[in-house]
């Protein structure tokens, strides 16, 4: 069974600039979740999809954004970039909503904006 | 809103030997979930235990425990017969049950525990 996949796994982009990631979760699962891993914060809740919607958000600003297709395939978006921005972004995925607690990890994508 | 501190950035110890690796937590929820997840150098995350906190046995995975102190806020993770393939970081995390059941808020995690087996 395929795990977590995420693309693309590094890139490079410069302020203001404006990035899509991808992530396909495992058949079957129905929730996405994202977070932000940086050696200064840590990892960061960003949000949570499930069956399309959106069912949880972190606290961080409008700038950044995300979707789930009917596939339960996820993108996020992160508009106006900034030099903070630099991160890992991770995906994780579970069959239900992330109350079970058994997410599964992509290898992430990992962004450094100039 | 809820914290989760593991005050060890970086442990080492010998093949074979027994760690225990500490987290505390602060909430004011009562109803919430537990976790110790390990990052190998390759960085995807792996889930090694999860603990909810209405039980009160402690979970256990082969050689992966914890010893879970619902009054105290502390949730350690004990690794026996350490292993070369166990060095990592770990974090340790906390989810919060909202009403109907759902993970609220997402996981909440420490800042992490990197742990080296040394052969």
């Known amino acids: 069974k395929a795990g977590v996949t995420q693309t693309p796994r590094y890139l490079i982009k410069t302020r203001g600039q404006q990035v899509t990631l991808s992530c396909s979760p495992i058949?079957?699962?129905?929730?996405v979740s994202w977070y932000q891993q940086t050696p200064g914060q840590g990892l960061q809740f960003l949000f949570e999809?499930?069956?399309?919607?959106?069912?949880n958000k972190g606290n961080f600003p409008g700038r950044f954004s995300g979707r789930q297709f009917s596939n339960s395939r996820s993108e996020m978006n992160v508009s106006t970039l900034e030099l903070g921005d630099s991160a890992l972004y991770l995906c994780?995925?579970?069959?239900?909503?992330?109350?079970?607690?058994?997410?599964?990890f992509g290898e992430g994508s990992r962004l450094t904006v100039l | 809103a809820q914290t989760v501190t593991q005050s060890q950035p970086e442990m080492s110890v010998q093949e074979a030997e027994t760690v225990t690796l500490s987290c505390t937590y602060d909430?004011?929820?009562?109803?919430?979930?537990l976790f110790w997840y390990k990052q190998p150098p390759s960085r995807q995350m792996i889930l090694v235990i999860r603990?909810?906190?209405?039980?009160?046995q402690n979970a256990t995975e082969n050689r992966f425990s914890v010893n879970f102190q619902k009054a105290a806020k502390s949730f350690s993770l004990k690794i026996s017969d350490s292993q070369l393939g166990d060095t990592a970081m770990y974090f340790c995390?906390?989810?919060?049950?909202?009403?109907?059941?759902?993970?609220?808020?997402?996981?909440?995690f420490g800042k992490g525990t990197h742990l080296i087996i040394q052969p």
């Open positions: 909430t004011s929820e009562n109803n919430y979930y």
């Open positions: 994780a995925s579970s069959f239900r909503r992330t109350n079970t607690g058994e997410l599964f």
């Open positions: 999809y499930f069956s399309e919607t959106q069912r």
């Open positions: 603990q909810e906190a209405y039980k009160q």
């Open positions: 995390a906390f989810m919060k049950l909202d009403m109907s059941g759902g993970g609220a808020d997402g996981l909440t």
């Open positions: 058949s079957g699962h129905r929730s």
